[in-house]
């Protein structure tokens, strides 16, 4: 089994920023499945939308998936939130998924410092309605395939990235 652990959940949960803090604290490698297709197509992600489609997209995602299989371990792996559904991601390591209410991740985007720019990356949430009505699409799946969960509600990356590594190692 793969020694990666990949976090899923919905977009602007902070999968990234604990990513971060927990490579920072741990000393981990990290990579953001978002960051690899970008690199790849040279493009972003809401472009690649855009010009090619979701489907095309979700393609992409599955080629990265089917590459971290086979070339990646002892990763932590930040993923976009519909990455959950390539057909290999229960092989990529043991799944994490971070956990908040619709709700308190909207609110988390707009209070942030960077709003703009946040809420520039996910145009899905310049309509509320549309991203809840994604989010509640999406909740129950990602905790179907999540080996782990962390309610991330009301704690800073540093409490969660400590979190997950008592859920793992300790």
Known sequence: M?????LIGFMGVGKG??????????????IDTDDLIE?????????????????????LEQECANWIEKS???????CGGGFYKVNNLKKLG????????????????????NSKEKLKK????????KA?????QRAEDYTKIADL??????????????ELYSLLYI
């Open 2 to 6: 793969k020694k990666n652990i990949v």
């Open 72 to 78: 990646v371990d002892n990763t932590l792996i930040s």
């Open 17 to 30: 920023s604990t990513a971060r803090a927990f490579s920072k604290k741990y000393s981990s490698f990290i």
């Open 122 to 129: 996910r145009p899905l949430f310049s309509e509320p309605k």
């Open 94 to 113: 043991t799944v994490v998924l971070l956990d908040a209410s619709f709700d308190w991740i909207y609110n988390r985007l707009i209070t942030a410092k």
């Open 149 to 162: 969960v962390i309610n991330v509600e009301e704690k800073d990356k540093e409490t969660i990235a400590k």
């Open 132 to 136: 809840k009505e994604l989010y509640n």
């Open 39 to 59: 690199s790849k197509e040279n493009k972003e992600i809401k472009k690649i939308f855009k010009k090619q489609g979701e489907s095309y997209f979700r393609s």
